[in-house]
């Protein structure tokens, strides 16, 4: 008897455990990445003791009070924001009129290790169209036509590909961009408005995340640097290592190339190299050069429509989906954990980094003051804007009350009134709380999605 039973309960063992694996082999076939299922933040709080009782009771709570400013999280530093500049209000409301079914053409300015190829995905695969763009596996561009017209209002590298060269910066781009696009299009020479965009990212992580990738052998090679009709001549631009690439090189050898275009890129690409002498170094002194280049890459990220930062993935989402009137379909997901964070470098190295890229660091600085500020002039404007549709529905409601004049209301009619009132005030107010994803941890860790990278 008792063997029997020994029998029945290791049939039972294997079974559940069978179960249990198969279980597992699903989640991970229906979850492939973790820090996005909700299936497991669900079963989490099944398995968690009084899981499901603090989900209902957290559920309640939502029901009862508005959400928190989901953007907090992002950096809980926001409340202490202090700004240091003082912007133009034009500087700072970017709402612009971009007309899709018209001529106007979205320009992405990508920026080597910013997280450019993520949101250069998110740019041709999740934004909420009439007519979304055709991304076919297997190919490197989707096609992003105008509803009812063969015409793209995409000018990145997802969509029309590196059409003014590999990285092509700000000199080169809008020297490029109006004849090719002409070249392109059935209509040419029409009247049409370019709106750029760019990623910034914190230097020091940028330039460790740009070190990283050259040392598994990548380079720019095919980068034009297209300067007053010319590209540079070797002397101008010499090359910081002897072979096909830079494959295995250490920190200290990246840093010590006088030549690595790694310093400073982000201010190089976004200012007008013509007002120096192009890649003519002998042309000004080495200070002068560079203060007029930040002095130009600033102007030109104040008139550019729309940027973003690597380090504020949900506030970029909000503001390039405020400024082009645009929603994305899936939120962006701020992830903590880099290859170019796991880097551990001593203080004087970071230090050293900081140094060759100072004209980066205070660009940056510039810009997350410039960003922040946007932001919170934004968010100011959502708030006052629903406060009015709430006034004006509260006046509507009065108003019937004053139709209602020479006859005396029931109190069933009164309850029903006021009931009313409150249920638009509840509901206007809703409508500032964002969806459910907008509750996602931020603290994720995954692989670098700025190393989800240009191997073309």
């Given at each position: 008897m008792d063997e029997k039973s020994n029998s029945g309960h290791q049939r039972l063992s294997i079974v559940l455990?069978?179960?249990?694996?198969?279980?597992?082999?699903?989640?991970?076939?229906?979850?492939?990445?973790?820090?996005?299922?909700?299936?497991?933040?669900?079963?989490?709080?099944?398995?968690?003791?009084?899981?499901?009782?603090?989900?209902?009771?957290?559920?309640?709570?939502?029901?009862?009070?508005?959400?928190?400013?989901?953007?907090?999280?992002?950096?809980?530093?926001?409340?202490?924001?202090?700004?240091?500049?003082n912007f133009t209000e034009a500087d700072l409301n970017r709402d612009v009129d971009f007309n899709m079914k018209g001529d106007d053409v979205?320009?992405?300015?990508?920026?080597?290790?910013?997280?450019?190829?993520?949101?250069?995905?998110?740019?041709?695969?999740?934004?909420?169209?009439?007519?979304?763009?055709?991304?076919?596996?297997?190919?490197?561009?989707?096609?992003?036509?105008?509803?009812?017209?063969?015409?793209t209002w995409l000018f990145s590298r997802f969509s029309t590909g590196w059409s003014c060269g590999l990285h092509a910066d700000w000199t080169e781009?809008?020297?490029?961009?109006?004849?090719?696009?002409?070249?392109?299009?059935?209509?040419?020479?029409?009247?049409?408005?370019?709106?750029?965009?760019t990623i910034l990212r914190d230097p020091v992580s940028r330039y460790l995340s740009?070190?990283?990738?050259?040392?598994?052998?990548?380079?720019?090679?095919?980068?034009?640097?297209?300067?007053?009709?010319?590209?540079?001549?070797?002397?101008?631009?010499?090359?910081?290592?002897?072979?096909?690439?830079?494959?295995g090189c250490s920190l200290q050898e990246f840093m010590d190339?006088?030549?690595?275009?790694?310093?400073?890129?982000?201010?190089?690409?976004?200012a007008d190299l013509s007002l120096v002498g192009c890649y003519n170094v002998s042309a000004m002194s080495d200070e002068d050069r560079w203060a007029v280049l930040l002095d130009s890459a600033k102007r030109n990220l104040r008139g550019m429509a729309f940027f973003g930062l690597t380090e504020y993935q949900r506030k970029t989402q909000y503001l390039f989906e405020r400024t082009f009137n645009l929603?994305?379909?899936?939120?962006?997901?701020?992830?903590?954990?880099?290859?170019?964070?796991?880097?551990?470098?001593?203080?004087?190295?970071?230090?050293?980094?900081?140094?060759?890229?100072?004209?980066?660091?205070?660009?940056?600085?510039?810009?997350?003051?410039?960003?922040?500020?946007?932001?919170?002039?934004?968010?100011?404007?959502?708030?006052?804007?629903?406060r009015e549709r709430r006034q004006m529905e509260r006046r509507r409601l009065r108003g019937r009350l004053a139709t209602k004049q020479g006859r005396r209301l029931k109190p069933t009619e009164m309850t029903r009134v006021t009931d009313e009132e409150k249920a638009t005030e509840s509901t206007v107010e809703s409508e500032v709380l964002l969806q459910d994803w907008w509750d996602l941890d931020e603290n994720s860790t995954t692989e670098d999605y700025s190393d989800n990278v240009e191997q073309w």
């Open positions: 455990l069978m179960v249990l694996i198969f279980g597992v082999i699903m989640v991970q076939y229906v979850c492939p990445s973790r820090s996005e299922c909700r299936v497991l933040h669900r079963l989490g709080s099944w398995f968690t003791v009084g899981g499901a009782t603090r989900a209902r009771l957290g559920e309640n709570r939502m029901q009862d009070k508005p959400q928190k400013d989901p953007y907090i999280a992002e950096d809980g530093a926001l409340a202490r924001f202090v700004p240091r500049y979205i320009v992405f300015l990508h920026i080597q290790k910013t997280g450019g190829t993520t949101f250069g995905r998110h740019l041709v695969r999740n934004i909420k169209l009439e007519r979304p763009c055709e991304c076919h596996a297997g190919q490197k561009k989707c096609t992003c036509f105008r509803p009812g017209k063969k015409e781009l809008t020297s490029c961009v109006p004849s090719r696009m002409d070249s392109q299009e059935t209509h040419k020479n029409l009247p049409r408005h370019y709106y750029y965009i740009e070190w990283r990738h050259v040392q598994r052998g990548a380079t720019w090679k095919a980068s034009l640097h297209v300067c007053d009709g010319r590209s540079p001549t070797l002397s101008e631009l010499p090359n910081c290592y002897p072979g096909d690439d830079w494959s190339c006088p030549f690595n275009l790694a310093n400073n890129r982000q201010t190089r690409m976004l929603e994305f379909i899936a939120p962006f997901t701020q992830l903590n954990g880099t290859r170019a964070s796991s880097v551990e470098v001593p203080p004087e190295t970071q230090r050293r980094i900081r140094q060759l890229n100072q004209w980066d660091v205070e660009l940056y600085e510039y810009a997350r003051d410039l960003f922040l500020q946007r932001f919170q002039v934004a968010r100011q404007q959502e708030r006052r804007q629903t």
